[in-house]
């Protein structure tokens, strides 16, 4: 009978342990209804995928994701990611303006070509090499800031480093905006008598970005 009891005694103290470790342990679920969030993608990134010619640099997740910021004037550029090859140096950045302003997408308006010579940005390597911009497009616009790209040729010089260090220089940025009587000592404003309701918004600034890229093997833009 004591035989008995003790094991029944020591049966309820080891059921007593184990709901107490059950409770205070949480063990996962075999399976879950929950669906993981998707990562939210940098405008500059947007702005690469909505091109068919760069849109493989993100979904393969090619380039280097550099977060680089400057800022002027309530207006700020971020580098989100950078990408080169044996025929390309891709950039993709977004522009971000003062929140309480009525922007508009697209590219900044200039009015001569020697202007737009003046405001082009440029784009060297460590040992001084030149690489020409070729083609700068945007992407979506979201509330005060919007994604866009700069493409830079790189095939007409003969690199053979495989690692680039790079430093590109943006005299200004622009952003659109719709019309306005706001005037701003550090900006400057651009209008086109075809689209008499959005003007451009002109900030100096010489930003400064200083960074290392690898040459990926070409990707075909085509």
């Known amino acids: ?23 205070q342990v949480q063990l996962p679920p075999l399976f879950s209804n929950s ?14 995928l909505s091109l ?3 849109r493989k640099i993100v979904s393969a997740n090619l380039g280097r994701k550099v977060r680089l910021t400057h800022q002027a004037c309530e207006f700020t550029m971020t580098l989100d990611r950078v990408y080169a090859d044996a025929q390309h140096i891709v ?19 200039v009015s001569s070509s020697s202007t737009y010579r003046s405001m082009m940005s440029t ?3 460590a040992q001084g090499h030149y690489f020409p911009l ?7 616009l979201k509330q005060n800031a919007e994604g866009q790209v700069m493409i830079f040729d790189i095939y007409r010089v003969k690199i053979t480093a495989h690692l680039l260090k790079l430093h590109l220089r943006v005299p200004v940025i622009q952003m659109n905006e719709r019309n306005s009587s706001l005037k701003v ?15 451009t918004v ?3 600034g010489s930003f400064l970005f200083n960074f290392e890229i690898k040459v990926n093997k070409y990707l075909s833009r085509t």
């Open 1 to 23: 009978m004591r035989y008995s009891r003790a094991i029944s005694l020591l049966l309820a103290g080891l059921i007593a342990l184990g709901a107490l470790w059950v409770h």
């Open 123 to 125: 784009l060297h390597d």
């Open 185 to 199: 000592a550090c900006e400057t404003y651009s209008y086109s008598r075809f689209n008499p309701s959005v003007r």
């Open 202 to 204: 002109t900030v100096k």
């Open 52 to 54: 068919p010619g760069t």
């Open 134 to 140: 070729v083609e700068q497009y945007s992407g979506s």
């Open 35 to 48: 669906v993981s969030q998707p990562t939210k993608l940098a405008l500059g990134d947007d702005a690469l």
């Open 91 to 109: 950039i993709g950045y977004t522009l971000r303006g003062p929140g309480n302003r009525p922007f508009s997408p697209g590219l900044g308006m």
